[in-house]
């Protein structure tokens, strides 16, 4: 039940449900009541909420009783038969006279063409950014342009930026978000959480409107259709329009929801998803990158999950994260939802891939596997869990295999060379890309579920090289802790050793941060960090993302760092000597070298490194 409206007497009601298919928005009246007699002539205007379109439904005098006249109005660009007026189950055409019995003039009701708010992947590209975010803009045009060359993407559609401001609007909340962040200091980690918690509250006690709501629940209603479930499990994540930029990559700035049935779950994680645009970590963000808080939008996506609960995912880089060497893919996998990858909450199975020999059969492209920890499995939570997802243990017997085939790594390498291709061509410049893959346990299929252009090494400037060594290679050193290495470069400062994100207030500018794992909630102190060290994750977790971003040196995957380094001791992070990254107890004395690429001359001989 959607909307309830009266003529300026309060003689009739009118209740309309509106439905949507593909592009075509039908608005149902299912009840009109009347308390008095009309005039001879009436009209019902029906008016768009968004724009100066109007379908006009006339009401004309017959003999023996009130007659509904339908004349779809067309204007402002929007065709007569993407429109069609419902009256109970039944369409009317335009033009067409259907009997009503005494229907009051002047009454009123909104409509909204659905691809002002909704639009399937189908409907959109990359260039639709402004509109749905970069998340739901890749999507689309993945689902449109590869998937006739066999890269599996799962439907969905998005909810606009549009939906978003019209929100905000309706329930007249912008000028109170703008009021609450007024004397907003990023500096100061109490005010930032205070302020940003504010604005959450406000947007979580505001209903979503009527309207909005019925075409998010007939869209998912379509894609339960095309699953043929009566509920379908979805992912709901937040795509906001100033995410996934060649430039900036706001990873993990916003919520994400897994395992969504329903009506009621899906309107929650919606609205949920539009708080999240002002985390504490999103608002910090925005304001370190330069964004007005009201010039970034926020589209979200309702996706259908891939059953990788009972299986495995993860995420892989078209390009080598580290050294950014680009005939290489780097592909890690987990068990379960790959939730715990990006989070940095497991250590990942890794395995590089050599682009040259992907097509040749006679040679094995993979050319490096290792064997992660995989502490952890993440899985749908039984129904009338408080949380849709949850952590197991993984059993030994998983943790000690890998959890995908040589046929399944290559498969995905052979995706990631085609999604890297077809944005390089778009974009028309070399573009590595960051995608995320799920393995749906229940059919064996692989899928891509996100892709993203690499931020850090399709930025670099490539005539520069810097180098990091210390100044005495033969001195005795003590090592505290040593993991996987970030970043090429080394860095010395206090260790702060935080146990848990609600104690990230009294971190200070060039500290070492010492942590079990990041998540976005920690952003806010990570752009104070000298470096950062971590007990869990893998070169493509959270705390490995943002140290590139940030260009400070990152080891994670240290197991026990924050039982092994003393709180408040000078430590020296040294991610300098390969894969394998150091922290080392006292400020060890380095220098950086800086060569300029172009003043050195070309070989005879080709080199590959």
């Not at 429109?83 to 009454?107: I, N, P, R």
């Not at 559609?157 to 929100?167: K, L, N, S």
């Amino acid at each position: 039940h959607l909307h309830t409206v009266t003529d300026a007497h309060h003689n009739v009601a009118i209740r309309a449900y509106f439905v949507t298919c593909n592009t075509i928005s039908f608005i149902f009246f299912s009840e009109i009541q009347v308390f008095s007699t009309s005039k001879p002539t009436m009209k019902v205007t029906v008016k768009d909420v968004t724009g100066p379109n109007v379908i006009n439904v006339e009401v004309v005098e017959t003999a023996t009783a009130k007659d509904l006249k339908v004349k779809v109005a067309e204007a402002s660009g929007v065709e007569a038969e993407q429109l069609t007026v419902m009256f109970g189950c039944h369409a009317l055409k335009d033009e067409e006279v259907v009997s009503v019995a005494g229907v009051q003039d002047g009454a009123a009701l909104e409509y909204v063409d659905r691809r002002k708010f909704i639009l399937w992947f189908s409907e959109v590209n990359i260039d639709d950014v402004p509109r749905v975010g970069g998340k739901n803009a890749s999507l689309g045009e993945m689902y449109q342009a590869l998937t006739p060359k066999g890269v599996r993407i799962p439907n969905g559609f998005a909810i606009t930026a549009e939906a978003y401001f019209y929100f905000l609007d309706v329930v007249g909340i912008r000028d109170d978000i703008k009021t609450i962040l007024s004397d907003l200091d990023i500096t100061d980690t109490r005010n930032l959480a205070e302020r940003g918690e504010k604005v959450r509250k406000l947007i979580l006690s505001k209903p979503l409107p009527p309207l909005l709501a019925s075409l998010i629940f007939t869209s998912y209603d379509a894609l339960c259709a095309e699953f043929g479930v009566e509920a379908v499990d979805v992912a709901v994540r937040s795509s906001a329009t100033a995410e996934d930029l060649p430039n900036a990559s706001f990873a993990g700035q916003q919520e994400t929801f897994l395992n969504i049935h329903g009506h009621h779950s899906l309107l929650q994680s919606c609205k949920a998803c539009i708080a999240s645009l002002f985390t504490n970590r999103a608002i910090a963000y925005r304001v370190n990158q330069g964004f007005d808080h009201f010039s970034v939008g926020l589209s979200v996506c309702v996706q259908k999950m891939v059953r990788s609960d009972v299986a495995s995912s993860g995420v892989m880089f078209s390009i080598d994260t580290e050294s950014g060497f680009t005939n290489t893919v780097f592909v890690t996998a987990a068990w379960g939802l790959g939730e715990n990858i990006v989070q940095g909450n497991v250590n990942p199975d890794e395995f590089y891939v050599f682009k040259p020999t992907l097509k040749d059969e006679q040679h094995k492209p993979i050319i490096m596997r290792k064997l992660g920890a995989k502490q952890y499995r993440m899985i749908y939570s039984a129904d009338g869990s408080k949380s849709s997802v949850r952590n197991i243990r993984t059993q030994k017997q998983d943790r000690i295999r890998f959890c995908v085939t040589d046929d399944e790594v290559i498969e995905l390498a052979k995706w990631a060379c085609v999604i890297e291709d077809h944005y390089t061509e778009r974009r028309s410049k070399y573009t590595p890309m960051d995608i995320e893959w799920a393995k749906d346990g229940q059919t064996g299929k692989l899928f891509i579920v996100q892709a993203r252009p690499e931020t850090v090494h399709s930025q670099a400037d490539k005539r520069k090289l810097r180098t990091f060594h210390r100044k005495d290679k033969a001195a005795p050193v003590q090592v505290l802790a040593q993991g996987q290495s970030v970043g090429a470069r080394m860095a010395a400062g206090k260790a702060h050793v935080i146990h848990d994100v609600t104690h990230i207030h009294d971190f200070k500018e060039g500290e070492v941060l010492i942590t079990d794992m990041t998540d976005p909630d920690w952003a806010p102190i990570m752009k104070k960090a000298s470096a950062i060290v971590t007990n869990r994750g893998g070169r493509t977790c959270h705390a490995a993302i943002i140290s590139r971003e940030l260009g400070v040196p990152c080891v994670v995957g240290c197991q026990t760092a924050t039982e092994s380094i003393e709180n408040g001791e000078m430590i020296t992070v040294d991610c300098s000597a390969g894969e394998t990254g150091v922290v080392l107890k006292g400020e060890v004395p380095f220098e950086v070298n800086e060569t300029d690429v172009s003043t050195i001359p070309e070989t005879k001989t080709k080199m590959m490194m």
